[in-house]
């Protein structure tokens, strides 16, 4: 079979309203705030989706640090273990719920309708909501540190009876707030899915559509098929909580181990939920500045998909050490263990594409080669605590926390910073601050291995996680990792001072900001890009090879 | 596809309102459950998330008639409809999820069955059984007995399915352009439908009044009640939903080749009785 030939747009129609002379006039939007509030342009829903991402990422940042600052030493030092759970239970939710899963749907609101050629998102008013819905469920979650008897303790993952039994009072206003974050996330996703089947361009087939889009189709697939899942264990716990009911309590004949079922059958798709848009997001930029066609679009595809089918199958890694069948230690170990082939594919396929390639390095590359060795090491730890005899000695360990931090951190969140530095031409009308930028990715690169490398050794040679205190023989891993993460934490304010430079002005941009090898449909429209995109549909043309 | 006449409505106040209204009715409530007071909180915010619901829909049936939308915009509320009702069956999916656990692993687990049997030392009296009428801690009293599904179940059951097929009976009339008969046909299932309800209510009185079937009468009492709980809420806002459509008929809103608010209720409606044989399958038959 031939190889298939990559996709190259090109426009036939003019895009803004303007240029078109289109019909139906713009009413002036509203000024002020109320500008803010009543939107339901995909491209303001998008920055303030970004916007509040990034107020969430400094504010978990910080209970990171509270964290890094107790650890810094053995013994304790400067909260009380109390207040020490409370500051990792909110890191995690924070960073899961308010900071990865709303950038990368922000992300998704300005990006995909510009890439498939879309008026604006499916249901414009409902995405609306789905934002707003953001601010009042985190202030619920973050007014809890308040409360009587403090915030939620038992770790993002919530394990009953923690959870229930032995949870402080305020859990039940975590459980609503989860509840109201939830209905965002799905009705976000069901949003996302609309606007791809339904607004494409004429001429645009689903094998046409950048990789962004198709990873978020299938991200918002799992978001659909597991927040309601969520939504079903909180309401659980909720139960068990206020009205006495027994599910996850063996004395009323429930089981705490059905509540890790329901989560990590929430949670494992999860994780796939904040890494799929990166890969779709990588899978741009490595292009753009290799100057060479994706290597493998078509089995990138299927890769995602197989990978989302795959996430359904595997939770049980979570809890080899719980006691479970021998057949169903097996079963999830082989399960997780097959996921690692179209993962595999995907490093290979962004590998390839470097091969031979004309690199440049500009800021969203430099981002997005990180990505790919970084998240690698992720994957290979993941490849280890799959093993499940070896996962009875990691898990709970730092080794654990090294694990996910490196998918996550190099991993979700550097491809969302690259997202960033990539798109900020097209948002800004200008080019990142190049010194500037580069700082920020040599410093973050650096602190952020400094942070957790040190935590697998430290984690394989016993360090329990989620514990204030530890035997003197960590001292020296935990000392640099503290110091990691406080030169990580305060290398984002760089970011943050980019993004703002950036809007303000610097070097201008045109509308193909990144040469011909960035050449979606968004590259098509102006920059910045006008409020109003594509009201008259562009007509999506294949090349003629 | 885009045909370049896709509606997007300007500005709207209902999206920032709702959520604030969701928000009120969220502390409130869990100011009743913590605090035990802020009752008139929860109202409030309640009846703000009908009120914005009611506007908010008012607003999109007035864009509807007045021709604003276009086939693509007919196909995004489809999908749209179409993904939520998949989330919701996942929602339902956690429920029976736990059921099915439940009953196959953690109950015979716990009387000293399989390789996790370890946990039949916390109660060593304890024997599996189900529907568990005595749960392992003599502190939880279960029921002491259960429905037999050949009574109320399965009237509601029957209630249930024909209500499905009177409902496309009425569709089918809306569609060959008999208005009247699609009125008569919808209101006959709002009729079974509020029927299936009050059979519901008797149920849950008799759980309570003399069968043990309580919230705290241990895992079967909470999955009993989580599954048809879910399941009741879910009809009545069907229900709900059928009134509201009934009422368009009544209007002329609906012509036979454009209406798909009276067929996404539709869908909705056969997804409420499609989880209700499930019920009566696993909650009440085995
Ligand atoms: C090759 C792919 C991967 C494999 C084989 C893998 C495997 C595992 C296993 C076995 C665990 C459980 C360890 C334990 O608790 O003992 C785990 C934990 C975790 N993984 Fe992965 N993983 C992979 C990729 C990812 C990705 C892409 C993400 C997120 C972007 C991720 C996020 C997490 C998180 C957050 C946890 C810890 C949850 C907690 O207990 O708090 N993993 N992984
Ligand atoms: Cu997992």
Request: proline share 6%.
């Amino acid at each position: 079979m031939a190889p298939k030939v990559p996709p190259q747009p090109t426009l036939e129609q003019s895009t803004t309203a303007a240029e078109a002379g289109h019909g139906h006039a713009h009413e002036a939007p509203p000024k002020g705030i109320m500008r803010w509030l009543l939107t339901t342009n995909h491209k303001e829903i998008g920055t303030m989706y970004l916007i509040f991402s990034l107020i969430m990422f400094f504010i978990g940042g910080i209970f990171a640090l509270v964290v890094r600052l107790e650890l810094f030493q053995p013994g304790l030092q400067f909260v009380n273990p109390e207040f020490f759970n409370q500051m990792t239970t909110m890191h995690g939710l924070i960073m899961v719920f308010a900071a990865v899963m709303p950038a990368f749907t922000g992300l998704a609101n300005w990006m995909i309708p510009l890439q498939i050629g879309a008026p604006d998102m499916a249901l414009p008013r409902l995405n609306n909501f789905s934002f707003w819905l953001l601010p009042v469920a985190f202030g619920l979650l973050l007014s809890t540190l308040f409360m009587p008897g403090g915030g939620p303790n038992f770790g993002w993952t919530f394990y009953a009876p923690l959870s229930t039994t032995y949870a402080p009072p305020s859990t039940t206003f975590f459980i609503l707030s989860l509840h109201i974050a939830g209905i965002s996330s799905i009705l976000g996703a069901i949003n996302i899915i609309a606007t791809i089947l339904n607004m494409r361009a004429p001429g645009m087939r689903m094998m046409d559509m950048p990789l962004f889009v198709w990873t978020w189709l299938i991200t918002s697939f799992l978001l659909i098929a597991v927040m309601p899942v969520l939504a079903g264990v909180i309401t659980m716990m909720l139960m068990d909580i206020n009205f006495g009911t027994s599910f996850f309590d063996a004395s009323g004949g429930g089981d705490p181990v059905l509540f890790q079922h329901l989560f990590w059958f929430f949670g494992h798709p999860e994780v796939y939920i904040m890494i799929l848009p990166a890969f779709g997001i990588v899978s741009a930029i490595i292009p753009a500045f290799a100057r060479k066609r994706l290597f493998g679009y078509a089995s990138m595809v299927y890769a995602t998909a197989a990978i989302a089918v795959l996430s359904f199958l595997v939770w049980g890694h979570h809890m080899f050490v719980v006691g479970m069948p021998l057949a169903g230690q097996l079963f999830f170990m082989y399960a997780t263990m097959l996921i690692a082939v179209p993962t595999g594919v995907k490093v290979f396929n962004w590998v390839t594409t470097l091969f031979r390639g004309s690199i440049s390095f500009e800021p969203p590359m430099l981002f997005a080669l990180a990505f790919v060795v970084l998240f690698t090491i992720g994957g290979f730890s993941g490849l280890m605590l799959a093993i499940a005899p070896a996962d009875f000695q990691y898990h709970d360990t730092y080794f654990v926390v090294a694990h996910f931090h490196y998918v996550l951190v190099p991993g979700a969140i550097f491809s969302i910073m690259a997202a960033v530095y990539f798109w900020l031409p097209k948002w800004t009308g200008h080019y990142p601050n190049v010194r500037l930028s580069q700082w920020h990715f040599w410093l973050s690169v650096i602190s952020v291995n400094l942070t957790f490398f040190p935590m697998h050794f430290s984690g394989l040679a016993g360090m329990p996680r989620r514990i204030p205190d530890y035997a003197l023989q960590f001292a020296d891993f935990n000392l640099v990792s503290s110091i990691g993460a406080f030169m990580f934490g305060f290398s984002q304010l760089l970011f943050v001072a980019v993004i703002v430079m950036c809007v303000r002005g610097g070097k201008k941009a045109p509308a193909a900001a990144w040469g011909e090898y960035a050449d979606d449909l968004e590259w098509s429209v102006p920059s910045p890009a006008p409020l109003h995109t594509f009201e008259t549909p562009p007509t999506f043309q294949r090349p003629a090879h | 596809m885009s045909g370049g006449s896709y509606y997007v409505p300007a500005t709207s106040k209902w999206p920032v309102l709702g959520s604030l209204a969701l928000g009120v009715m969220m502390i409130g409530t869990g100011m009743v459950l913590v605090h035990g007071r802020g009752t008139l909180i929860t109202l409030v915010g309640l009846v703000g998330v009908i009120a914005v619901m009611a506007l908010w829909f008012r607003d999109v049936v007035l864009e509807s008639r007045s021709g604003l939308y276009d086939a693509q915009m007919d196909r995004s509320f489809r999908w749209g409809m179409g993904w939520f009702i998949f989330s919701e069956v996942m929602f339902f999916a956690a429920f029976f999820g736990a059921l099915f656990y439940v009953r196959t692993f953690a109950v015979p687990w716990l009387a000293g069955e399989g390789t996790k049997g370890a946990t039949a030392l916390l109660w060593p009296e304890f024997t599996a059984h189900w529907p568990l009428l005595s749960p392992p801690d003599s502190s939880i009293a279960g029921p002491t007995q259960v429905f037999s599904p050949w009574h109320l179940p399965l009237v509601n059951t029957l209630i249930l399915v024909s209500s499905s097929i009177t409902l496309t009976v009425a569709h089918e009339a809306l569609k060959e352009g008999k208005r009247k008969i699609c009125r008569n046909w919808l209101a006959g299932t709002i009729l079974l439908g509020l029927t299936f309800i009050v059979i519901q209510g008797v149920e849950y009185y008799e759980a309570y009044a003399h069968y043990g079937i309580t919230l705290q009468a241990g895992i079967y009492g909470a999955t009993f009640f989580i599954l048809t709980g879910f399941h009741g809420v879910h009809v009545i806002v069907g229900t709900l939903i059928l009134i509201v459509m009934l009422f368009r008929v009544m209007r002329y809103h609906f012509s036979p080749e454009d209406h798909f608010g009276f067929e996404a209720s539709c869908w909705y409606w056969h997804f409420v009785d499609v989880v209700w044989v499930g019920l009566f399958l696993f909650v009440y038959v085995f």
